[in-house]
């Protein structure tokens, strides 16, 4: 138990479905973040929320769109995807210092068909 | 900017052998250092980390790092591989944005363990 949460575990969407993927952390960190892994490539940071504002977006599409309604929720909504947004996405949350290590969720293994 | 290089997409070693795994930062500002570890269809887990102080730090597992100013380096060992510890491997170094410390992590490293 990391005391972060991902919902769902697995996600498999055709290109016109709209869907989220939430993130939940019980540790009181006050800033989260969503991660794009895919196959051969390094980490993608997405997005940064601290304080619950966004600080950071990394030229993501706007097919991916974030929300974070308070300091412990994070969701990601995700809609008129492409093939190549298959991947795991991440979601981590730390403390707002920078000795702070970030915390990960498991997860979630997305395909999009 | 703050940046991070792991040199080698892979490592095999045997099973009992040392681990070396190697990461070179670069950094205006003295640095936050972590080393991170993933298994398969997990998320990453904290393995160690730098911060000030003692520049040789012991993590879980029997890993340690030592972070060397002179040579920007905070390499990862293990002196004796067990076939448990195959996974992936990330280095990360903390940057500041917008008044947040946001952690950079190199392209990792995957530890293969040999019988």
């Known amino acids: 138990e990391t005391g972060v949460t991902q919902t769902p575990r697995h996600l498999v969407m055709g290109m016109t479905n709209k869907k989220s993927l939430k993130c939940e952390q019980h540790l009181g960190h006050n800033a989260m973040y969503w991660y794009k892994q895919s196959a051969k490539k390094p980490l993608e940071l997405m997005f940064v929320y601290s304080l619950e504002e966004r600080v950071e977006n990394n030229s993501v599409p706007s097919r991916f769109s974030p929300e974070c309604p308070n300091s412990s929720h994070l969701f990601l909504h995700l809609h008129t995807l492409q093939p190549e947004d298959s991947a795991l996405y991440l979601c981590?949350?730390?403390?707002?210092?920078?000795?702070?290590?970030?915390?990960f969720g498991q997860g979630t293994r997305l395909t999009v068909v | 900017a703050q940046s991070v290089t792991q040199l080698g997409s892979h490592v095999s070693v045997s099973e009992g052998a040392l681990v070396l795994l190697r990461c070179n930062y670069s950094s205006s500002v003295p640095p936050y250092l972590f080393w991170y570890v993933q298994y398969p269809n997990q998320g990453l887990q904290l393995l160690l980390k730098?911060?000030?102080?003692?520049?040789l730090v012991k993590g879980i597992n029997g890993f340690e790092a030592e972070f060397k100013k002179s040579e920007t380096s905070f390499h990862l060992t293990k002196p004796s591989a067990h076939m448990s510890d195959a996974a992936e491997y990330f280095c990360?170094?903390?940057?500041?944005?917008?008044?947040?410390?946001?952690?950079?992590f190199g392209r990792g490293t995957s530890l293969i363990v040999h019988p």
């Open positions: 981590a949350s730390s403390q707002h210092d920078r000795g702070g290590e970030a915390f």
């Open positions: 990360a170094v903390t940057h500041a944005s917008g008044g947040s410390y946001i952690p950079t």
């Open positions: 730098y911060t000030t102080g003692a520049t």
